[in-house]
């Protein structure tokens, strides 16, 4: 989805609307290649509207990537369904015009958007810093290997409380204190 800036402009009375399916999947995969395994194509709605001579896009985006599990690395399917906000202008100086939280982006030289590259932007943004497999989620599937293991918080707890219990033989020890005559 590439558009001219001008003609975005030209869409006084009522904004340009789009409804398209957009395969990102080389792109994602060339471009995040740690991140991305695999991809759907993704169902964008936009809408442009000129503003003080600047354009507002405002689109929905549902889809799904596949990304690799936090943990374990295995493959995780993950739905995504996101909006997304940007305003372009055509001068730095036109920046000026926004708050810092809005996302403001400047038409290059060819005066075209690439909305493609924003959509595949916002896909990778909204990938959470946790992707966990369905087994894993379930606390099945923790990684291990010789000697190691990964547990979970409570079976950690539940461990470290079994640890508490003190050998009988070793119990008496514990009514044991020194006394000060017995430092020096």
Not at 88 to 116: C, H, K, P, Q
Not at 136 to 144: C, D, I, T, V, Y
Not at 161 to 182: G, I, Q, T, Y
């Amino acid at each position: 989805m590439k558009w001219s800036f001008e003609k975005l402009l030209g869409y006084k009375r009522e904004p340009f609307t789009t409804h398209e399916t957009v395969d990102l999947k080389d792109d994602l995969i060339h471009r995040y290649p740690e991140t991305i395994l695999d991809s759907t194509p993704f169902e964008v709605t936009a809408k442009a509207t000129p503003d003080n001579g600047d354009i507002i896009i405002d689109a929905d985006v549902k889809g799904s990537v596949t990304v690799p599990s936090s943990r374990s690395l295995t493959p995780v399917k993950l739905p995504m369904d996101f909006h997304i906000s940007e305003i372009y202008v055509l001068t730095e100086t036109a920046l000026n015009r926004y708050d810092n939280e809005e996302v403001v982006l400047i038409v290059g030289d060819s005066g075209m958007i690439d909305f493609d590259k924003a959509v595949a932007d916002n896909v990778i943004v909204n990938i959470p810093m946790q992707v966990l497999s369905p087994e894993e989620q379930n606390g099945k599937g923790m990684p291990k290997g010789n000697d190691w293991e990964v547990i979970s918080e409570d079976d950690f707890n539940r461990q470290e409380k079994e640890d508490k219990n003190v050998d009988p033989r070793l119990a008496k020890l514990k009514d044991f204190k020194p006394s000060d005559d017995d430092k020096t």
